[in-house]
Nanobody, 125 residues
Framework: QVQLVESGGGLVQAGASLRLSCAASGLPFSNYNMGWFRQAPGKEREFVAAVKWNGGSTAYADSVKGRFTISRDNAKNTVYLQMNSLKPEDTAVYYC??????????????????WGQGTQVTVSS
């Protein structure tokens, strides 16, 4: 049974930092590209960042580029999202997702095979 469990969300003030973690189990982690997505109330789920199976390539949404960093530790079956200089518009539920691919990085959530339950990030102004 595949499980993706996010942690690290919370309530912070604008300008603060948070580090999200996503622990994976039940799948060959190093055979999967990993992504982070977010969904704000009343909005569609949107791409945030993705990292290739070996950590050798990353992709970011323009809205977070330069502020967020995605990384992974295959020995720990964990993917991270370091979020700096947080803004109120970053407020959303953040989800990690796994895609059974080691080729291109995808931004389309429908291409991902497994999802976590999400963790809430709230940034106050």
């Amino acid at each position: 049974q595949v499980q993706l469990v996010e942690s690290g969300g919370g309530l912070v003030q604008a300008g603060a930092s948070l580090r999200l973690s996503c622990a994976a189990s039940g799948l060959p982690f190093s055979n999967y590209n990993m992504g982070w997505f977010r969904q704000a109330p009343g909005k569609e789920r949107e791409f945030v960042a993705a990292v290739k199976w070996n950590g050798g390539s990353t992709a970011y949404a323009d809205s977070v580029k330069g502020r967020f960093t995605i990384s992974r530790d295959n020995a720990k079956n964990t993917v991270y999202l370091q979020m700096n200089s947080l803004k109120p518009e970053d407020t959303a539920v953040y989800y990690c997702a796994a895609e059974r691919s080691i080729v291109v990085l995808r931004r389309d959530p429908s291409r991902y095979d497994y999802w976590g339950q999400g963790t809430q990030v709230t940034v106050s102004s």
